[in-house]
């Protein structure tokens, strides 16, 4: 046997770092110098931030949400003032803060009338709230706010059938809701929410009077900061916006009770207006974007329960029982706007608004 020298092989030489990567990736894929990969790094890092940012937030939410839920609840009446041989009226009570206010007042033993447009559901709700309390002496009536002649009729019967009224909640309303308008051609933010209840109050004062002790309670909102009354065009003819609308109404529900509470002086009959706060109901349901904050965000908002707290607190507040022109929310006295302090204003609407109801209320 010949022996056979052995060589040793040439070292392997590297492939180039691009040939093997150009292996595993095409060539238009791997630019690991270029703009394009820089920009894919940087959104990532920025996907990586955001979704991090996120569950940071949760957390907190999570850790701090009795806190949350207790700041956003507001105000709560500590009153525990029995409002036995009272009888109540409350518009818009089928619902939301009406129907919670109805429940608590007839816990305090209180008589509460509920003026519904829908008396079905009206029932529905009285029901409900016998259900829960089976000593409630609660009824249901109908009222539609968006006529004159429904709140006429209404009246007249009341009057016939009811001897005392020592409480009337103005609550019911309507809230960015498409261009309608009234039975009587008012628009229908101002007709439901002002002028439906301006009428409906200048029925029933005299019983109030005779009543009195009494309270009247007219149901606002924060809104009223960001309304202004346009007498020049009132129903929005010219043009129509339903937020802006919406806080015309809620402007005009405060100068109503600071007009109403200076011309009931020395009645021993109590004016006031409130803000429920932001509250989940189904006022909403005329805005989409509302409906979805609401639901989105129902941490930070209100329950129907803690929305009427206010309303509850200046209908059975014993404290209460000579304050009269102011505007409350969570259950305690609240700033009003510039525009709803001018009493050039209110004396203005309140003739504007007779006028148009065909009235005289001096």
Known sequence: MIPCAVYPSPPLRSAPLYALTSAVLPTEQWHPAGGDGKAQIRGTMLLLLIIAGLGVVTLLVILFAPHIRKYAAGGVCMSTARLDGKTVLITGANTGIGKETVRDLAIRGARVIMACRDVEKGEEAAASIRAAYSKADVEV????????????????????????????????????????KTIDGFEMHI????????????????????????????????????????????????????????????LANVLFARELARRLKGTNVTVNSVHPGTVNSDLTRHSTLMTIFMTVFSMFVKTPREGAQTSIYCAAAEELHSVSGKHFSDCAPAFVAPQGRSEETARRLWDVSCELLGIEWD
């Open 191 to 250: 007709g439901v929410n002002h002028l439906g209840h301006f009428l409906l109050t200048s029925l029933l004062i005299g019983l109030l009077k005779r009543s009195a002790p009494a309270r009247i309670i007219v149901v606002s909102s924060l809104a009223h900061n960001f309304g202004w009354v346009r007498f020049h065009d009132l129903h929005s003819q010219g043009s129509y916006n339903s937020g802006l609308a919406y806080c015309q109404s809620k």
């Open 141 to 180: 009536r109908e009222l539609d706010l968006a006529d004159t002649c429904s709140i006429r009729a209404f009246a007249q019967k009341f009057l016939r059938e009811v001897t005392h009224l020592h409480i009337l909640i103005n609550n019911a309303g309507v809230m960015m809701c498409p261009y309608t």
